[in-house]
């Protein structure tokens, strides 16, 4: 993350991407004492405020984003579960696949998939939370980091102890964010990830979360939820295919790369009565350097 003062350098005011398509989304922050915006109460979650904000296409920008600087890219991979929703057999067949193409993607020494936070989620869904099990579950309700500098590598340190596998030293760690849409364009309720490069320290407030209410090895850790800020842009992919893949950095221990952008599924409020229910999945990964 930056401070504000480095934000003119980033080039978000370049001509390419100021004449970007936009929707409308309402995002829902973590509310701050000078916010006037009507209150939101969120479950396991700071109190919200719902902002209406412009939601950038990022599409035109595949070829330029880096998830070094803004923290997301898209990616194509085909999966053979599209047609599959059930989570207990994705957790399986889907993370299979993945753990390979994510390997290979980023030229790491080794993958490690956090099997409890692979998600099926969908819009017509009412609560994003659930236990392990609970099957699929609703869209992600504020802008959040899923984890904080300190949490990251103990989260990965867990997964290994309740997967078996042998802790090993390492260079660098990462958690790579993948997410994909199932259903057909458009999506009612889109990913929507703001540009790292964007961010400022004081947009992030950390609160130690718990998630799906289990008590086992790094189920509990520090979440970031993001306060509004003007400063931030935010990006969704339109017109997502089951065959795309949107990637983010959720951690990085290399310091000089650590952009990590909050997201959350983002109500388009230009949506048309044709959209689609979003169905989605999401899965996470620590990816190791030797």
Known sequence: ?????????????????????HITGRVIFARQENDDTPEVPLPNQPVGAGH????????????ELSLDREGFSLVEH???VADIRDPEILRTVYLEEMIPFIQK??????????????YVRSSSVVTAEGGRGAGIRGTA???HID???VAAPMAAGAECQLQGIPIRSYSRLMVIQAWRAFSP???????????GSTLADSDIVWRKHIANNRNEPGSTFITGFARYNPAQRWYYF???????????????SEASCNSTPPHTGIQNLDAGPNANVRESVEARFFVYFD
Request: hydrophobic share 35%.
């Open 141 to 143: 309700g504020m802008a």
């Open 147 to 149: 984890y904080s500098a």
């Open 52 to 63: 209406d904000i412009k939601v950038f296409d990022a599409r035109p920008l595949i070829g």
């Open 105 to 118: 993607q980023f030229n790491a020494s080794w993958v490690v998939a956090r099997r409890h936070g692979m």
């Open 78 to 80: 085909e999966t053979s």
């Open 185 to 195: 364009p458009p999506q009612d309720v889109p990913l929507g990830l703001c540009d």
């Open 238 to 252: 339109s017109q997502m295919q089951p065959n795309e893949l949107i990637l983010f950095k959720g951690y990085d």
């Open 1 to 21: 993350m930056t401070d504000d003062t480095t934000q003119s350098d980033r080039g978000m005011d370049s001509p390419s991407r100021s004449n970007l398509d």
